[in-house]
């Protein structure tokens, strides 16, 4: 009769022993905050008008744009998804040229 052997498990790995950090000599300088970047030349801050409008913009185009990858997406020809595709390209441009005009500075 032969008698199986058991798996002979290999020995555990090397414990390493932590040593503690020596105590730094000199203090680490703090450095102070930067300070902040100047603004942009030519910016002007958005009056709350136009925030709302290019805040309903973005919203009516993210949409719209969002319609159209759900039609895209339906479809299985290639030229209906192409199609789909550059409409959605030139959606993405005019929401970016509708939000330029309502925040142009006259």
């Known amino acids: 009769m032969i008698m199986a052997t058991t798996a002979k498990k290999p020995p555990p790995p090397p414990v390493e022993e932590v ?7 000199e203090p680490v300088a703090i450095t102070p905050e930067p300070e902040p970047a100047p ?15 290019v805040n309903t913009i973005k919203e009516q185009f993210d949409d719209t744009i969002k319609y159209l990858e759900t039609l895209r997406d339906s479809y299985h020809a290639a030229e209906t998804q192409r199609a789909l595709s550059v409409a959605i390209t ?11 005009a309502v925040t142009k500075v006259v």
Do not use: N
């Not at 603004?39 to 409008?53: H, N």
């Not at 030139?90 to 330029?100: D, F, G, I, L, N």
């Open 19 to 25: 040593k503690e950090a020596a105590p730094v000599a």
């Open 39 to 53: 603004l942009i030349k030519g910016y002007t801050a958005l009056s709350d008008d136009q925030v709302r409008r």
């Open 90 to 100: 030139h959606a993405e441009t005019a929401s970016m040229w509708a939000v330029q």
